[in-house]
């Protein structure tokens, strides 16, 4: 029961387990593939918004290097360009080094030079430029994409460059938290110096993440999928591609948790309804090993008492219903059927005289001991054949055994059902008569040793007994002086010339 048990229970464990661990890796490569996919959507989106901001500014810059010097043109083009497209949260224009035009318009800053990281790069490269974000004096985190301008013989002007605040609501972001969905799955821009760009906690916008392989890939270029441990220490899928115009790098994530959460409730789900049909399996295994084991059990108990005779009755009740049972209830009968034959044959010889075949004074006396647990008088007849040596001496051994026997028929003839005949000695027999006094034991005695002396046995002709005669409880209760007794009065009938019976005195 218990090797069935088992193997239910571990494959059953088993089943749940292999099926949870693949269709973890399945929803695990799901989550990879599509975060990746996820990524590569938005960073060509991004591409292509980078692209056409700059196209936007490129289609400014020419307009401009047209009438450079007419500020009504630079204000309206920093204006429209702001206002149009949406694409900047602000427009600054530069010539000569310093501020020729602003939208939103800031008079202050007219004819400034700009200290700001951007503007510095976009005055020393000289050529389309999208900035690493930095600090700016107004303390907003901002992108600068900016455009030269020259001039017809194409000396250097200056540029005309769009910002991007990344903590305010900015073109970039609302393209991203378009594409955010929920289920714990955001996700992050990074630019080349690692900086998040893009977060949907504003907070973290600016932060310098240090120490992350999937940012240290995509900033390098590389497209494919990762889990990692984010900030908060929690396992993430991601799925990460670069965004070639600007070196920047879009992390789309999902936490490992609640990807699987789904599979958790699943798998719970499928052990809750399996659980009745595995209660229903487990009771009919339990049913079936106990039929199985019952015969098996009750053989094995009477393997132990074979030699009860009631044993082979018990067998005989097993019901053994499969094959090897009933092969083993019928070894085990005929076992039973021989030994118990073997032991009968050796009870008896062990308690039968050989040559007589009657009770030998082993068998006498636990015959006796019974009558007297019943309470139940008798009387002990002792006969012993006169002068038989005679008959040994002349007839020879075998003739005197043969004698033996024919006095041996003569008692079982005359005795009843209940009497015990037994031979005690060489030509001793004792002759126990149940529910006899005194009186009627010596009748029965007599018509015994009559009939003794008128029967003929051949070759040999007729012999005479005689007969002691004691009972129990008339002349002891201590069936030893019982014995005794009968000896005595053997003795005397001996004493006084054979052929006769004679009842023991009462003491
Ligand atoms: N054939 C045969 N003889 C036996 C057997 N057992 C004992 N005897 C003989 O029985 C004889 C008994 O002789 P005794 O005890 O002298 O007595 P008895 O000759 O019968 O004379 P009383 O008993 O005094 O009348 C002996 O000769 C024994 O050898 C037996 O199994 N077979």
Known sequence: MLLAFSAALSTLVGSFYSTYQVQKEQLTSYTLKSNLAYAQKLASATDNFLKSALQQLEYSAKIIEQSPSNSKLLNDEAIRLNHQTDSFNSVVINLHGVVAATSPHFESLIGQQIQSPGA????????????????????????????????????????????????????????????????????????????????PEPARIGNVIANNAVIDAVIDGEIGTSTVINSLNKPMLAGYAPITLSKWGIVAQRPLESTLSSLDTLTIEVIEQTIPMALVTFIFIGLFAHFIARPLKRLADNANTLDDPKSLEKLKSVKSWYFESQKLKLAMLREVTLLQAQIGVLRHDSQTDPLTDTHNRRSLNGLLNQLMLKQTPFAILEIDIDFFKRVNDTFGHDKGDET????????????????????????????????????????????????VESTEINTIGTITISIGIATWPEHSTDIAQVYKCADKALYHAKEHGRNRCVVADIS
Do not use: C, M
Request: charged fraction near 25%; glycine fraction near 6%.
């Open 404 to 451: 033996l026997v024919s006095l041996t028929n003569i008692i079982k003839k005359l005795s009843r059902r209940d009497d015990i005949v037994s031979r005690i000695g060489g030509e001793e027999f004792v002759l126990v008569l149940p529910n006899e006094n005194s009186q009627s034991a010596y009748k029965i005695a007599e018509r015994l040793r009559k009939t």
């Open 120 to 199: 510095i790069e976009a005055l020393k490269e000289k050529r389309p430029l999208i900035s690493e974000p930095y600090l700016s004096a107004a303390d907003n985190l901002i992108v600068f994409i900016s455009h030269p301008l020259f001039d017809f013989e194409g000396k250097y002007l200056g540029y005309i460059g769009g910002s991007l605040y990344l903590k305010e609501k900015n073109i970039l972001n609302e393209l991203l938290e378009q594409h955010y969905y929920k289920g714990g799955s955001y996700l992050y821009v990074v630019s080349s110096n690692k900086r998040i760009l893009y977060h």
